[in-house]
């Protein structure tokens, strides 16, 4: 069965996870929600320029007066959030005649809120996703299906990113199906719940007296969806885009070893890394 389907999302890869789940199945998005720029949303707001020509984009923040009459005239079989940054009123999930779900990049009820990368930051092991049915309050819904993967191998921002939409796009998959055969899906557990809360600005400088591995860790987590890690070397605050083990010496932390154009090698808690930074440093 074709479904007429509404997509409420700021963050274009999560786009594509329902877009290829559409596509597969030969389901139509109708119209895609999406919130003006700002703060919130990491200054950035990729997902209008790379829709498809024909498609159809509401750019609003105002959900109940705008945005639920227009979902509303359009019929939607399914309204389906994924990294959507507001909270979806009761207006909008009543209209959808086969459902309204979320997918959530953790494994519910942990994790809830706006910042699910904070696990792998803390040291967790192992990354998660949830499709939900969307209730009143944000991550609340009942699950329709959960699924949890080991964290790559060679950690970055860009692996973690991949396993995670992966992880995405099969519970979609499984929960939707779960939802047409008439699942009502698992209530969460209100006991296991935790709040996944914003980054501090102390907690996206990078402490190089750290180890090394706890370095990548925190790097792929603060840079997951736009760089956010911040490092401190040689009196100059940069911007990191990535950071990787770098052949070393053993030194006191914090040691710079060599000196790149687009960073630094410095010596860390324990092994070197090459730091990968926005400043250019050529001739510092």
Same mark, same amino acid.
Do not use: R, W
């Given at each position: 069965m074709a479904l007429r389907v509404v997509v409420m999302t700021f963050f274009h890869p999560a786009y594509r996870v329902v877009a290829d789940w559409a596509e597969r199945h030969g389901h139509r998005i109708v119209?895609?929600?999406t919130p003006p720029v700002g703060r919130s949303l990491r200054g950035a707001n990729p997902l209008v320029l790379d829709l498809p020509p $024909?498609? $159809?984009?509401?750019?609003t923040g105002r959900l109940r007066p705008i945005a639920t009459p227009a979902i509303t005239a359009l019929a939607p079989d399914l309204v389906v959030s994924v990294a959507y940054p507001r909270l979806i009123p009761p207006e909008i999930i009543a209209?959808?005649?086969?459902?309204?779900?979320n997918v959530h990049p953790s494994l519910l009820p942990e994790g809830r809120g706006p910042n699910p990368q904070r696990a792998?930051?803390?040291g967790a092991t192992t990354i998660g996703a949830t499709t939900h049915r969307i209730a009143p309050e944000f991550d609340t819904g009942a699950i329709m299906s959960q699924r949890e993967a080991t964290l790559p191998e060679e950690l970055t921002a860009v692996t973690f990113l991949a396993g995670w939409l992966d992880l995405?796009?099969?519970t979609l998959e499984e929960g939707?199906?779960?939802a047409l055969a008439g699942e009502p899906g698992r209530p969460q557990d209100a006991e296991r719940a935790t709040e996944a809360r914003p980054?501090?600005?102390?907690?996206?400088?990078? $402490?190089l007296t750290e180890p090394a591995s706890v370095l990548v860790r925190?790097?792929?987590?603060?840079?997951?969806m736009g760089p956010e890690a911040k490092v401190r070397v040689d009196g100059t605050e940069a911007t990191v885009l990535a950071v990787r083990p770098a052949p070393g010496q053993a030194t006191a932390p914090g040691t710079i070893l060599d000196k790149h154009e687009d960073g630094w090698t410095v010596q860390t808690g324990t092994d070197a890394l090459r730091i990968v930074t926005v400043v250019a440093l050529h001739g510092q």
């Open positions: 119209l895609v929600v $024909d498609a $159809d984009v509401l750019l209209v959808p005649t086969c459902g309204a779900f792998v930051y803390e995405m796009a099969q939707v199906a779960s980054f501090t600005i102390e907690e996206k400088l990078l $402490d925190k790097a792929a987590a603060l840079n997951v």
